[in-house]
């Protein structure tokens, strides 16, 4: 884009937006590489969106002048989704908070709202989401255009389960409240899908009664894939059982953590939790902590991008046997490759959904009712290139391995994803993607790198 192209352009964005667009280096410095840290792209223009009317202008304007647009939460992601050449960032930026809970238990709330803002606001009135990623400071929308899986994904399955209706901005500027009965079939490309058929405007979701204390149980264990044989029971179980769950491996120490949610201490205190657990003989701690123990990651500093790590994460999911072989290839494999000390190893259990979400990790072909995600994440300090490339290779051969043993990754993670393999993961469902795509946004300028 030529200097006088760009004043042009900045003009016609800045005569219909609120906030003042970020266009001088150090402004759009932040907006250069994601929380991956391993990818730089300058945009032209950064516009921080606080309403409905700014996403609808700068769509227009994007589109009248040929520029492409590329949406972005807090950045968060790792494959440079949200990261624009020369392009517009449209920034989903935090405003004055916009939470209505009504009666029934549902809440209406913008998808620019911070996860952390919302769950207090459902806490005053003694609601909560479902589901709790393991960060709070991540976009609505960002989490809902990948899925969102947290603690209590055992029972409640994602974040996109719980909503019902959302309003959908298209890549014309055009906009349109979705649900399985209103355009479903744009409700289902919307949710999970990475930002490729338009922009998820509000939402309307389920919210549960907030029960503030959790009692739980800890068991440790001398290898992960003890840990995942401990696991067999969770696959098909339908009873009463404990609705948080988290395992990993950290440092050497590998533990499973249950919860089961109460609403005080003393129901919590007299009330075993419910499931085979506590006939299970592991190394045992039971505990009463509040909801928030099951939350752990912290915002990363904002610095240049070459002062912060690179963070080569991501996610597969499987069945239980998958996640039986994948765990044995894991241990098999080369140990100073897989298992660097500075690797976090964390599965989560995903209860399945009526909906069939075309690019969510559950969505295998697997008839299995509960799946299991396992995440493998390596954080590579600055100036450590040999160390990134072992990372790298590393999720290069879990992702074959995921291919060949029938799951998925989740694309949110740092997976270099080429058209094949995107075919080969998700065949039908990417041919209509790539269907919808050429009649929505014809000439490709709508977020270009959410999926290849
Ligand atoms: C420390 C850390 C912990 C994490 N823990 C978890 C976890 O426990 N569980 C889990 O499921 N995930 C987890 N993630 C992954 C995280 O949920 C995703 O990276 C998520 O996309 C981050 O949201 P964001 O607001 O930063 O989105 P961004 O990274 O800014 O955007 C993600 C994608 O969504 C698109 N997008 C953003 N907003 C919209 C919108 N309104 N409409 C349409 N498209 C949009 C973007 O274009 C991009 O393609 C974690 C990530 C980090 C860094």
């Known amino acids: 884009m030529s200097a006088a192209e760009k004043d042009a352009l900045v003009q016609a964005l800045g005569a219909g937006v609120r906030q003042p667009l970020l266009v001088d280096a150090q402004a759009l410095e932040p907006y250069s590489h994601d929380f991956g840290g391993t990818a730089r792209r300058l945009p032209a223009v950064v516009v921080k969106a606080r309403c409905e009317e700014d996403v609808v202008h700068t769509f227009r304007t994007a589109r009248a002048r040929g520029v492409s647009v590329s949406v972005r939460g807090s950045g968060h992601s790792l494959r440079a989704q949200s990261l624009s050449d020369g392009g517009i960032v449209l920034e989903n930026a935090p405003g004055d908070p916009d939470i209505v809970v009504g009666e029934d238990g549902r ?15 459902l806490n005053m009135v003694g609601r909560t989401a479902p589901v709790l990623t393991d960060h709070m400071a991540t976009s609505l929308g960002g989490t809902l255009s990948v899925a969102g ?26 906009a349109r409240w979705c649900s399985q009965a209103e355009d479903g079939e744009l409700f289902r490309y919307a949710l999970g899908g990475f930002g490729q058929v338009g922009f998820i405007e509000r939402v309307v979701m389920r919210t549960l009664p907030f029960q503030p204390v959790v009692r739980v149980q800890r068991n440790g264990f001398e290898s992960f894939g003890a840990l995942v044989e401990s ?9 009463p059982s404990p609705d948080h769950f988290f395992g990993q ?24 939790i419910p499931g085979p657990l506590e006939s299970l003989s592991h190394q045992r701690t039971h505990m009463l902590v509040r909801p928030g123990y099951f939350i752990q990651a912290r915002t990363r500093a904002d610095a240049p991008m070459e002062k912060l790590p690179r963070q080569f994460w991501s996610d597969y999911c499987f069945d239980y046997e998958g996640l039986r072989a994948f765990v044995k290839a894991l241990e098999e494999g080369p140990r100073e490759r897989y298992w660097d000390d500075n690797c976090l190893v964390r599965i989560l259990a995903l209860k399945r959904g009526s909906v069939r979400w075309p690019f969510d990790i559950r969505s295998l072909s697997s008839p299995a009712s509960r799946l299991y995600g396992i995440g493998i994440y390596y954080r590579i300090e600055p100036g450590e290139d040999e160390k990134a490339e072992r990372a790298r290779q590393a999720h290069a051969d879990f992702l074959a391995r995921c291919l060949e043993l029938g799951g998925r990754p989740y694309l949110y993670g740092c997976n270099a994803m080429t058209p094949e393999l995107m075919e080969r993961f998700y065949g039908d469902a990417y041919a209509r993607l790539r269907a919808l795509r050429r009649e929505l946004d014809p000439d490709g300028l709508f977020n270009p790198g959410g999926l290849p």
């Open 107 to 121: 809440v209406e709330v913008s998808t620019r709202t911070r996860w952390g803002e919302l769950e207090s606001a």
């Open 149 to 174: 899986y947290g603690a209590r994904s055992l029972v409640y399955g994602a974040h996109l389960d719980q909503v019902e209706r959302l309003r959908l901005i298209l890549p014309d500027g055009s």
């Open 231 to 239: 696991l067999s029971w969770t696959q098909g179980w339908d009873g």
């Open 249 to 272: 491996q950290k440092r050497g120490e590998v533990m499973s953590v249950f919860g089961a949610s109460h609403p005080d201490e003393a129901s919590a205190s007299t009330t075993r």
